[in-house]
């Protein structure tokens, strides 16, 4: 049990900006009758619909038991983090479209307006958490359960918030569920911590921010001036930020007018303060004392705010809550944007995971992001995740609900808020979620029909090998085994960060030791303690059917190779002519529907599939990911001239993708190629000194003989190929067909042509 409690206090700490993940990886295709696709005109865009209006509503907000923040602080207080463009303060749950690219939901039957954020009580049941607006004023407050207990609705994010995507094409906008979303990772919590960070720091804002509970004018000054003085005199701070030299009681009451609007000075902002006193940053017994005293006075300000008037204590749960924000906090200024970690449609989440639960107090440098994959087709895909390390659907979301933030309800249990009933919905809606039809969305009249055929034999050529599952697998012989490739082999070399990081241990354990046993025990608790809801709402049944189509659940380390036992055949990994199975790297995906999720590559470095197919030392070092400009013609990102993208992305960087030097990777292989004969060790760890912002690599040897008619050609075609059987659409496109490798066309092209 003591290990199990380092384990849970460091999940229960964990950073909210994962994704974690590579979260919500299911996605299945049925061939129900009533199953229609459907493009409806919205304020918002025209929407792209495989799912009905209720299922995509749970969809974009169902609850996974991940709290943020209590939702009273965010309905109440100003974005304090970042100004709109006249300088002015917007509430913190507006604008969120034009400052982190969230996507509206105006027809939200659900607390919060925008795709990817939910609400849930504190201390409730799994199938009633979920805050519907028709409680909206009493989630403003508190709210007392049945036993008299008082609750608190927290601030939730689910996996619609990466995993739903939007383009502009022309004057059109589209939603397409289970695409990547180029949602601003790093802006969002940023926001959010920098504006809580801001109420502590500042007694001002903190006295404005009073106002909004109830209480008097002639109140709030001096209790802000208290909690303020209090708390900086705890973590031991020498001087006020704004305020030089430190103010008496007297001095900071007088010093506040509740009319001003926020102001403040950058180069002595609270940031800093942060920075200072709070970051992960912070060495030794400074940073954990001061780690204490800031939950210390979290919890405080959940006390001064919604709980006004009363006597409640705060349960575990509410502590561990106020606990997260204290991490999010802490870990926030640390800049990550451009080294790694988060950023516009990109994450570490791997890396987040595992500092939280092996490296707590010698965490890694986010080095390994990746972009936020599709979601859809993957119920019969063998292994998860880029480097395919996982075959448990039901666990491998338990672990995202901990990575989005679920934390720990019963001190010394793994008894968490993790939904797991809402968790095992999502995973049966979301196997609703069909490939993206490009005929069905932007429009047939949108392709060059003339260059389908040609673009498939080049694709039959060139892609299709690496790209089509190589076998079925399974009890049943039902999953689709997909190609996991050596991170040197000729032709890839893409970054080797991700591959490489992952399987770094601290004090000799694994993710395959660590979190595999923490979700499989969570899960077990759980069947323990919730016998009826578990047999009568199908936890067993979706928990049996998995096993039966998956066998035993299993993680691998496919850079590790084969290490441990492995229980599944399909799971072991290849291994050459001397038996070594070390250094794998990335899985080769089906690619139908792959025209919706640019940037490419696993850490989303190259911004069109036409850069993809351009020389490595050709494509673009910086190109723009902060807006929605989707070019048919390169199937990616539309961007501007290379001087004028100099510009931009010299004056904002964080709304931009910035290659490092190749140099950092072509080391690592060089290391890589001396393991592969025999004068070294694997490189592992220390011997990663890039960011994981490589854009080289995934360019082969034939294709320098494609011109540019073969590469538009190939483009014409990638939007329009078909997914497999398993997961085929209902109305086919009918436009080509391959026999023994040769690409003929469809009925449908043949009448077109001949047209």
């Known amino acids: 049990m003591e290990s199990y409690k380092v384990i849970i206090k460091s999940v229960c700490i964990f950073l909210t900006s994962v994704f974690v993940m590579s979260a919500c990886q299911f996605s299945k295709h049925k061939t129900a009758a009533n199953k229609k696709v459907n493009r409806q005109t919205t304020s918002v865009a025209n929407q792209y619909y495989t799912l009905g209006a209720d299922y995509q509503q749970k969809y974009w907000h169902k609850s996974q038991g991940s709290p943020l923040i209590p939702y009273p602080w965010a309905v109440r207080m100003l974005n304090l983090k970042t100004p709109n463009k006249d300088g002015s303060y917007s509430p913190l749950l507006e604008k969120l479209d034009e400052k982190n690219n969230l996507i509206k939901d105006e027809k939200s039957p659900y607390l919060l307006d925008w795709v990817g954020l939910s609400a849930t009580w504190t201390n409730e049941n799994d199938r009633s958490s979920d805050i519907l607006k028709a409680e909206k004023e009493e989630a403003k407050n508190f709210k007392l359960d049945n036993f008299g207990n008082p609750q608190v609705a927290m601030l939730e994010t689910n996996c619609a918030l990466c995993h739903t995507g939007q383009l502009k094409v022309g004057d059109e906008k589209f939603i397409i569920d289970g695409a990547p979303g180029l949602f601003n990772v790093f802006g969002f919590f940023q926001d959010m911590a920098g504006s809580v960070a801001a109420l502590m720091f500042k007694a001002d804002e903190l006295a404005k921010f009073l106002l909004t509970f109830g209480y008097k004018d002639s109140e709030v000054k001096g209790l802000a001036c208290d909690f303020m003085l209090n708390f900086t005199d705890e973590i031991e701070m020498k001087r006020i930020p704004f305020v030089n030299p430190r103010p008496t ?18 180069l002595n902002s609270f940031e800093s303060m942060v920075s200072q006193y709070l970051t992960v940053d912070t060495i030794g017994k400074m940073r954990e004392k001061n780690r204490s005293v800031l939950n210390k006075y979290l919890e405080e300000l959940l006390r001064m705010t919604v709980y006004k008037g009363t006597n409640y204590t705060l349960s575990y749960e509410q502590k561990m809550a106020m606990d997260r924000v204290g991490k999010l906090i802490s870990s926030y200024p640390k800049a990550e944007v451009q080294k790694g970690g988060s950023g516009i449609g990109r994450n570490d989440a791997f890396g987040r995971i595992a500092n939280s639960i092996l490296r707590d107090k010698d965490p890694l440098d986010y ?7 599709f979601v859809w087709a993957t119920e019969y895909k063998a292994a998860f995740h880029y480097n395919g390390n996982m075959n448990s659907l039901l666990l491998r979301d338990i672990g995202q609900s901990y990575g989005l933030g679920a934390v720990i309800k019963e001190e010394g249990t793994l008894r968490s808020s993790a939904n797991i009933e809402n968790l095992i919905d999502l995973e049966n809606i979301m196997h609703k979620i069909e490939v993206p039809q490009w ?7 949108s392709l060059d029909k003339n260059k389908i055929i040609a673009g498939c034999n080049t694709y039959v050529k060139q892609c299709m090998d690496c790209h089509t599952a190589s076998e079925k697998v399974g009890p049943q012989k039902k999953l689709l085994q997909y190609k996991v490739f050596k991170i040197n082999e ?9 591959a ?3 399987s770094t241990p601290y004090q000799g354990k694994y993710l395959k030791e660590t979190l595999m046993k923490l979700v499989q025990d969570t899960l077990e608790l759980y069947k323990k303690d919730h016998p009826d809801q578990v047999n009568s709402y199908g936890v067993l049944k979706e928990r049996a059917k998995d096993l039966a189509l998956r066998g035993p659940d299993e993680f691998r380390d496919t850079y590790l190779g084969n290490v441990g036992e492995l229980k599944n055949d399909y799971m072991t990994l290849p291994t050459d002519a001397k038996g070594n199975s070390k250094g794998y790297g990335y899985v080769a995906r089906h690619l139908a529907g792959i025209w919706a999720t640019a940037p490419f590559l696993h850490n989303g470095s190259v911004a069109s599939i036409k850069q993809l197919m351009t020389p490595p030392h050709r494509r673009y ?3 723009k990911i902060n807006h929605l400009e989707f070019d048919t013609q390169t199937l990616g990102l539309k961007q501007p001239s290379s001087k004028e993208i100099q510009a931009y992305c010299n004056k904002t960087p964080i709304h931009c993708f910035n290659a490092e030097d190749s140099i950092y990777a072509e080391t690592f292989y060089k290391l890589y190629e001396k393991y592969e004969n025999g004068k070294g060790q694997l ?8 960011y994981g912002n490589n ?3 995934h360019y082969f040897e034939s294709w320098k003989n494609l011109d540019d008619n073969d590469i538009q050609s190939l483009i014409e075609f990638l939007k329009v190929l078909e997914p497999e059987d398993e997961y085929m659409w209902k109305d086919r496109d009918n436009l080509y067909k391959i026999v023994n490798n040769q690409c003929l066309p469809g009925q449908k092209l043949k009448e077109t042509l001949i047209q």
């Not at 000729?490 to 991700?498: A, E, H, I, S």
């Open 249 to 266: 009681k007297d001095e900071c009451i007088n010093s506040i007018v509740l009319t001003n609007p926020p102001t403040f000075d950058k």
């Open 367 to 373: 080095y390994a992001p990746v972009s936020h994959p």
């Open 439 to 445: 005929t069905k969305i932007i429009g047939e009249n």
């Open 490 to 498: 000729p032709g890839l070399k893409t970054d080797p960060n991700y």
């Open 500 to 502: 490489v990081l992952q």
């Open 621 to 623: 070092k910086d190109f």
């Open 683 to 690: 490189p592992r760890k220390d011997y990663i000194t890039g």
């Open 695 to 697: 854009n080289r690599g």
